[in-house]
């Protein structure tokens, strides 16, 4: 029986304690190691979710000999050094999204796993549910006839300070880094990459995005209405209108554990696709099967896929004026 896939967990915030509470439901791994700045968190850190290693620094564990694998949940502006420092010690890599800052650095990223062998992915976990395949399997069928028009939302009314990393520049922070990613998902997922790209924006009081109206137009005709914020509550729901029909996904979509289908062959029809946890647990069973096929990039969510979405954003942001401080 082959060994399992040893994790590392780099940072104890929310995002690690969710990615820990689900990874039980995942097969091939265990999490062997977790680290902090500041080594009483990360003892904490172990001692709530049974951890047999914790330490101080990335450093430390990276020099532990501990893990096979590093899944990186810091804040968005540390990403990019603590996915080379990873690389570097022959590690690989599961990175949360945003993967970096910019496209330049995403491709950096995985130049270097690539250079030194090692796997790499951006954590889009929702590529990997299985109501996000069925959706696309759905319109593929043609069971709402020829797709016109896509909706979707992501949003909540952030009420933090302006330290925050939701709010400050310095840390990565803006409604279209944090949330607006995943309607931008769905749309490279379902359609590709846009022909035709309108936006509005509004600012915070820090130089961030606190919303954005995005509509991406496809050489086919499909229209992608994309909403994300930080400033309000948006419905988080998903809306695909066809000739004959129409598929939604209730909130929170991302979770996708149903989907209503309004169409010619299927008439009011709920199909279930829900799970056990809390669907992040995917991604992981799927990393550990290409780490025990040797393999260094995911044929599922590829290095382009990363890469197009950071480009599509940094298009947006630079039209947008937001040019985060810290290089990456």
């Known amino acids: 029986m082959p060994q399992p896939i040893r994790w590392g967990i780099c940072a104890t915030g929310r995002m690690a304690g969710k990615f820990v509470k689900d990874f039980v439901h995942s097969s091939g791994g265990e999490i062997t190691a977790v680290c902090s700045r500041q080594q009483e968190q990360a003892d904490s850190f172990a001692a709530e979710f049974n951890i047999p290693h914790a330490f101080g620094s990335l450093d430390d564990l990276l020099a532990s000999g501990k893990t096979d694998i590093v899944y990186l949940c810091s804040p968005h502006s540390a990403h990019y050094a603590?996915?080379?420092?990873?690389?570097?010690?022959?590690?690989?890599?599961?990175?949360?999204?945003?993967?970096?800052?910019?496209?330049?650095?995403?491709?950096?990223l995985y130049a270097h796993a690539r250079e030194r062998q090692?796997?790499?992915?951006?954590?889009?976990?929702?590529?990997?549910?299985?109501?996000?395949?069925?959706?696309?399997?759905?319109?593929?069928?043609?069971?709402?006839?020829?797709?016109?028009?896509?909706?979707?939302?992501?949003?909540?009314?952030?009420?933090?300070?302006?330290?925050?990393?939701?709010?400050?520049?310095?840390?990565?922070?803006?409604?279209?880094?944090?949330?607006?990613i995943y309607?931008?998902?769905?749309?490279?997922?379902?359609?590709?990459?846009?022909?035709?790209?309108?936006?509005?924006?509004?600012?915070?009081?820090?130089?961030?995005?606190?919303?954005?109206?995005?509509?991406?137009?496809?050489?086919?005709?499909?229209?992608?209405h994309l909403l994300s914020a930080?400033?309000?509550?948006?419905?988080n729901k998903v809306l695909i209108s066809g000739a004959t029909g129409f598929i939604e996904i209730p909130a929170l979509w991302m979770h996708c554990r149903e989907i209503r289908v309004q169409g010619h062959n299927r008439n009011g029809v709920t199909i279930p696709t829900g799970y056990d946890g809390a669907g992040w647990h995917f991604q992981v069973t799927h990393v550990n099967e290409c780490l025990a096929n040797n393999l260094i990039n995911s044929?599922?969510?590829?290095p382009a896929d990363s890469i197009a979405l950071a480009e599509m954003m940094d298009e947006l942001l630079e039209k947008w004026g937001i040019r985060y401080p810290v290089s990456s």
């Open 82 to 108: 603590q996915a080379m420092q990873c690389l570097s010690a022959g590690q690989h890599v599961l990175c949360e999204k945003p993967m970096t800052l910019r496209a330049a650095d995403t491709k950096r």
């Open 230 to 235: 930080l400033n309000c509550q948006l419905p």
């Open 299 to 302: 044929p599922v969510y590829k």
């Open 118 to 180: 090692r796997f790499i992915m951006e954590a889009m976990w929702v590529r990997f549910l299985p109501g996000i395949a069925r959706l696309k399997a759905l319109l593929e069928q043609g069971e709402i006839g020829e797709v016109r028009q896509l909706n979707v939302d992501f949003g909540f009314s952030a009420d933090v300070g302006t330290a925050h990393r939701l709010l400050n520049p310095e840390l990565g922070g803006g409604a279209m880094l944090d949330v607006g």
């Open 183 to 224: 309607p931008m998902f769905l749309a490279y997922f379902l359609f590709g990459k846009p022909v035709d790209v309108a936006s509005l924006h509004c600012l915070t009081g820090t130089g961030v995005d606190a919303q954005s109206n995005i509509i991406m137009g496809y050489a086919n005709g499909i229209q992608a």
